[in-house]
């Protein structure tokens, strides 16, 4: 279906003027409301079909299948992928290196053309793409809506920013000499997105990889295979040679592995957890038989992230910012803030409004668009209720702690908040990826701080405060990638907030901003006599 509420307009192969943000969608607005029920029926008739690899541009099948489930729903299949295997890694791998020899040798302009065409076709189904969303993986409307937004983003700034790459210029020119500095293509890389942000990841790693001329096997998570799969159909009608982008759903476990450690793969582009990322990492250190190169890889990992309330604190502010960032898609982003440190002379006047306003959030199907929806699958679930029980050895439980039954046997879970938990405890520590929030007191200002860096990570982190010396303070100690003053610290936003963190949370890759695609070239300096 079009979505016609969009006022931004239909984009085109050539980029109109400065990049600007793709607005969200209102669905207080009746007519929004309706188009978005209407989405939702219209996947709904799609769900269960079939989806092949895709290898070079031709479809395959294999023995093993990949069935997606609604998280909501687990009875109801969503599409059945094929499941690629060892012995498919180095089919994809032909098929990349192949397409590769063209592919790099395009114009910037016309990799970049592709982007904007595949974007405008997103801006168009956008509502179509957020539906397929809600049904994979559980996300509310204004989740799904965001997570669209925010892939148009990618493909819109990434093809500006190729092409201010391919004008680059060395800063001198020399006496006699014509200087030249090309940014060229790595290669072939792995792309294995997570499932949390199954467009807006997906797309934006993908589309950075190929936009600056390299080719990609794309590993989608098994919890997310379809939205990738619909995408990789948007890529082929907006011109997409075959081979580009091979999709290749399979486990990471054997395909996956395969890959990371082919000695023809340049690079690995992973969002996920911290245990595989490292994995990964140290997958492809390895030097093998045939390889000419260091691997390169760009990675997006974990957080335990934290929002420091001060006593000077607008503390309504503060609770809807908390809320809105612990609780927002169940949890499940590495942004999410899962620690409130809040200073001791505010600290019970905080708690009790936190337990009022999370009262207030609704548990219940996506489709419905309650506040909270599922977990993403029975692991998961259990992974969560376990470290409930630990937190209720650890602090004092406010709010939630259980798993609601509900009519369809969905993954739920209530949005649970322990307060006077101690810095070092485990749910304090540990990325949970759910909807748990830690309640931290903080002895003074300094204290908080220390709080906050305490853990491995260093991703988000947000500071509500009215005071101009705290703000420049933390600027320069709060030790996180992305850093906020009174605002939640989740929502990144393509342009204005590069993203990527510190430490455990990765290699501050700061997608979304002007130096991403360096990661995926390599500098060339070419000089000519006169």
């Known amino acids: 279906m079009t979505a016609t509420f969009v006022s931004t307009p239909a984009g085109s192969r050539v980029p109109r003027g400065d990049f600007v943000n793709e607005p969200f969608v209102d669905f207080k607005a009746a007519g929004n409301a309706r188009a978005m029920e209407s989405a939702l029926e219209e996947a709904a008739f799609h769900l269960g079909r079939e989806y092949d690899l895709i290898l070079g541009g031709r479809r395959m099948k294999t023995a093993e299948r990949i069935h997606s489930v609604n998280p909501a729903r687990p009875s109801q299949v969503v599409g059945v992928h094929q499941k690629a295997g060892i012995e498919h890694a180095q089919l994809a791998m032909d098929a990349a290196l192949d397409a590769f020899e063209s592919w790099s040798r395009t114009t910037a302009e016309q990799r970049a053309g592709v982007l904007l065409a595949a974007a405008e076709r997103l801006r168009r189904r956008k509502l179509e793409f957020a539906a397929w969303e809600t049904f994979e993986v559980g996300k509310n409307w204004a989740e799904a809506d965001a997570d669209v937004g925010e892939a148009i983003d990618f493909l819109e700034f990434y093809a500006r920013q190729a092409l201010r790459l391919a004008a680059a210029v060395p800063p001198i020119q020399y006496p006699g000499e014509r200087d030249e500095l090309l940014y060229i293509p790595l290669g072939v890389g792995a792309v294995i997105p997570p499932w949390n942000f199954p467009l807006a990841i997906m797309a934006g790693m993908t589309a950075a990889s190929i ?120 949890g499940q982003k590495c942004s999410a803030c899962s620690r409130a440190i809040v200073e001791a002379p ?185």
């Open 211 to 330: 936009v600056t001329g390299n080719t990609v096997v794309l590993k989608p998570s098994s919890d997310a295979p379809t939205v990738a799969a619909k995408f990789v159909e948007v890529l082929e009608e907006a011109g997409l040679p075959d081979g580009v982008v091979n999709f290749c759903p399979g486990s990471g476990a054997s395909f996956g592995n395969a890959i990371v450690e082919h000695p023809s793969t340049r690079f690995i582009a992973f969002t996920g957890s911290k245990a595989v990322g490292l994995e990964i990492h140290e997958r492809a250190a390895r030097v093998r038989p045939g390889q000419i190169w260091i691997k390169r890889t760009i990675l997006e990992m974990g957080g335990k992230d934290a929002i420091l309330v001060c006593e000077d604190a607008d503390l309504d502010a503060a609770v809807e910012g908390v809320t809105a960032s612990a609780f927002g898609f169940s």
């Open 346 to 530: 505010v600290y019970d006047a905080f708690v009790e409004r936190l337990r009022a306003r999370v009262a207030k959030l609704t548990v219940g199907n996506p489709a419905a668009n309650h506040n909270l929806g599922p977990v993403i699958n029975r692991a998961a679930l259990e992974s969560i209720l376990g470290y409930i029980e630990t937190g209720k050895k650890e602090g004092r439980l406010i709010a939630g702690g259980h798993a609601p039954a509900m009519a369809d046997g969905g993954y739920y879970i209530e949005p649970t908040v322990f307060a006077d938990v101690l810095p070092d405890a485990l749910i304090a520590q540990q990325e949970i990826f759910g909807p748990v929030l830690a309640v931290i007191k903080a002895g003074s200002f300094e204290d908080g701080l220390a709080i906050a860096n305490s853990t491995e990570y260093g991703l988000t982190g947000a500071l509500y405060t009215a005071s101009r010396e705290r703000i420049d303070r933390a600027r320069r100690e709060f030790h996180v990638g992305n850093l906020y003053f009174n605002r939640k610290c989740t929502g990144a936003m393509v342009g204005a907030h590069p993203f990527g963190g510190f430490n455990m949370s990765g290699t501050d890759s700061k997608a979304g901003g002007p130096d991403y695609l360096y990661l995926f070239t390599q500098a060339k300096s070419v000089v000519e006599k006169l």
